[in-house]
T-cell receptor, first 112, second 115 residues
Framework: DQQVKQNSPSLSVQEGRISILNCDYT??????FLWYKKYPAEGPTFLIS?????DKNEDGRFTVFLNKSAKHLSLHIVPSQPGDSAVYFC???????????FGKGTRLHILP | DVKVTQSSRYLVKRTGEKVFLECVQD?????MFWYRQDPGLGLRLIYF???????EKGDIPEGYSVSREKKERFSLILESASTNQTSMYLC??????????????FGPGTRLTVL
């Protein structure tokens, strides 16, 4: 049973526009959420995170929004750039738990 | 910067061979992880180690074993490689999560092909 769900396997966005990647979770014990970015033939790299005490966290062009009541988070990338083309993994963990649960990923294509 | 290195980027093995994948981290992290990544399946945890000689099964441990004799090194062993173990293998490390949240740092991955 998937605890972290990314329902869109892929997404195409025009360069310069906003990219919105969505993620849902089912486990109410999760209170820390992360986004990782992965290029082909490379390991995932940490992008941005948010704890459940916040509903928004911003880092440059990247913003993560958390809606706890809906158990939903989203990653906004504005403006989208060609280098943003990658697979994005949503992940979640609980306080004190060393394991992170990953979603299946969304492949983002930035179109010229 | 945390550095996680994996012994090989690409590996080709034959069915039935014993395969060793090595991972080394240089940041004195307590935790180390092995995942495999397959299209449409995301990252699946194979094994996790929270200390030297300590290990815990992940979601898909069948056909794999691990060894952690030193804090910085975590090995994944395929006792008898099979074609369904063809995959991208990713190693990660993190500080202990007790009392905090800790992101995982990943190595570059090993693309293993079993023929």
């Amino acid at each position: 049973d998937q605890q972290v769900k990314q329902n869109s396997p892929s997404l195409s966005v025009q360069e310069g526009r906003i990219s919105i990647l969505n993620c849902d979770y089912t486990n109410s014990m999760f209170d820390y959420f992360l986004w990782y970015k992965k290029y082909p033939a490379e390991g995932p790299t940490f992008l941005i995170s948010i704890s459940s005490i916040k509903d928004k966290n911003e880092d440059g062009r990247f913003t993560v929004f958390l809606n706890k009541s809906a158990k939903h988070l989203s990653l906004h990338i504005v403006p989208s750039q060609p280098g943003d083309s990658a697979v994005y993994f949503c992940a979640a963990s609980a306080w004190g738990d060393d394991k992170i649960i990953f979603g299946k990923g969304t492949r983002l294509h930035i179109l010229p | 910067d945390v550095k996680v290195t994996q012994s090989s980027r690409y590996l080709v093995k034959r069915t039935g061979e014993k395969v060793f994948l090595e991972c080394v981290q240089d940041m004195d992290h307590e935790n180390m992880f092995w995942y495999r990544q397959d299209p449409g399946l995301g990252l699946r945890l194979i094994y996790f180690s929270y200390d030297v000689k300590m290990k815990e099964k992940g979601d898909i441990p069948e056909g794999y074993s691990v060894s952690r004799e030193k804090k910085e090194r975590f090995s994944l062993i395929l006792e008898s490689a099979s074609t369904n173990q063809t995959s991208m293998y990713l190693c990660a490390s993190s500080l202990s999560g007790t009392g905090s949240y800790n992101e995982q740092f990943f190595g570059p991955g090993t693309r293993l092909t079993v023929l």
